[in-house]
């Protein structure tokens, strides 16, 4: 509910503009990111990240400890390149938060998928430590199968942030 929020402001405020905003989406002197470049290569990354995880359960469901932290490793590794170019991006970007709702409602929507792509990291670096010390087996990894769903819910926000915020927000 917290990111249909966010989602239901952006679909707000560019479904009908205001006249404050000059009455246009996106407003009046606000230059979008282009969602070919930083969006769209942080899209194949996050998803990628996905499969890896992925794949780090299915080898601790076959037991083979040593693919699982491999895959960790992974999963881990494209997420900090994600948060990379996340940075980047806002880095470079030619707008604010303080910029109007479009300001808002983006630093809002993307920051807060950012701060639980970190999160998420956080929680998969452990499960990759436990993995590697011997803690998860196939009988017993109910932590990783919680950080793995939690992994795939980052990457379903994503899609939904990258075509409706970026994509089509920006048009």
Same mark, same amino acid.
């Given at each position: 509910m917290f990111f249909f929020a966010f989602f239901w402001a952006s679909f707000h405020s560019s479904l009908a503009p205001t006249v404050e905003i000059g009455g246009i989406w996106p407003p009046k002197g606000i230059g979008v990111l282009d969602p070919r470049e930083i969006p769209f290569l942080n899209t194949p990354i996050l998803l990628s990240s996905g499969a890896a995880v992925t794949w780090a359960h299915h080898a601790i469901l076959a037991g083979k400890e040593k693919s699982a932290v491999y895959a960790l490793v992974a999963t881990v590794s494209l997420a900090l390149v994600f948060t990379g170019f996340q940075g980047m991006e806002y880095y470079q970007a030619p707008f604010t938060i303080s910029d109007s709702i479009y +300001?808002? @409602? #983006?630093? /809002?929507? @993307? +920051? #807060?998928? +950012? #701060?639980?792509? =970190? =999160? +998420? @990291? /956080? #929680?998969l670096i452990i499960c990759g430590i436990r993995q590697y010390l011997g803690h998860l087996t196939k009988e017993h990894h109910v932590g990783f199968e919680a950080a793995a769903w939690y992994w795939h819910f980052v990457d379903v926000v994503w899609l939904f942030l990258f075509v409706s915020i970026y994509w089509w927000g920006g048009i």
């Open positions: +300001g808002s @409602t #983006f630093f /809002l929507a @993307t +920051g #807060f998928h +950012g #701060f639980h792509v =970190i =999160i +998420g @990291t /956080l #929680f």
